[in-house]
């Protein structure tokens, strides 16, 4: 089966999550709450785990500052927190809480219905569903095996996180095409964000933008409402 998008020969769908497959309300409503309320009793009570003794290497590899101690860590990563960065050693942590989060049912992902729905279906047409979010890898599992309408990772056959490059620079998207086996042009990639969309369109991916009040097109790109609107042909 030939599956095209704007002419182009697709083999690969590689989605954002925040604000594409999941509502962003869920993500700065409930997830970072969630974390921000639980880092520092996070990182005290587990100190002995070789995970959070790489973490706080890395804010202090990060911050220049090879002498912070524990505390000094916890305020960094609380303010990076604060500031919604996307740095590797909050987003390994905040992974963490929220793992800890789902285990004990306090958490339970959202994923938009429509979103469920085309990923099921792209998955049994064979297509390859990859995600690439600034959350880390264990985070993006986690929120998809965690969902209201059961566990959607066998969907998935690869995820990528900032460890691969920032969402806003091309060259990441060139590292995941070269990664996934397959040329640029052959991936479509979906995002809220036109930073991403820009930087994605400058490899050489496919791209269709998801704005969940508005579709429409301007002079770069399609902005679809949903996954339905998405103007793939099989």
């Known amino acids: 089966m030939t599956i095209t998008y704007q002419g182009n020969q697709i083999k690969v769908i590689l989605t954002d999550i925040e604000g594409t497959t999941t509502d962003i309300s869920f993500v700065h409503n409930v997830l970072f709450p969630y974390s921000a309320k639980h880092l520092s009793s996070w990182v005290r009570n587990n100190l002995e ?3 959070t003794q790489d973490i706080l290497q890395q804010v202090r590899e990060i911050t220049g500052k090879s002498n912070l101690d524990m505390e000094g860590c916890i305020s960094q990563l609380m303010s990076w927190q ?4 996307k740095i590797t050693p909050l987003k390994t942590l905040q ?3 929220w793992q800890q989060g789902y285990d004990k049912g306090e958490l339970k992902a959202h994923v938009y219905p429509d979103a469920v729905e085309y990923l099921k279906n792209w998955y049994d047409t064979g297509l390859t569903l990859a995600v690439y979010s600034s959350g880390s890898i264990a985070a993006q599992k986690l929120l998809f095996r965690n969902t209201s309408d059961g566990d959607l990772t066998s969907f998935f056959s690869a995820y990528f996180d900032t460890t691969s490059g920032s969402k806003v620079e ?3 998207y060139v590292a995941i095409a070269q990664e996934l086996s397959v040329l640029p042009q052959e991936i479509l990639f979906l995002s809220d964000s036109l930073k991403e ?3 994605a369109s400058e490899a050489n991916l496919n791209v269709c933008g998801l704005n969940r009040e508005a579709a429409g097109v301007d002079d770069n790109f399609t902005y679809v409402k949903n996954f339905s ?3 793939m042909k099989f």
């Open 229 to 231: 609107q998405i103007p």
């Open 82 to 85: 604060a500031e919604d960065k």
């Open 170 to 172: 091309s060259q990441s």
């Open 49 to 51: 785990l070789s995970i």
């Open 197 to 199: 969309l820009v930087a």
């Open 95 to 97: 992974g963490l809480i």
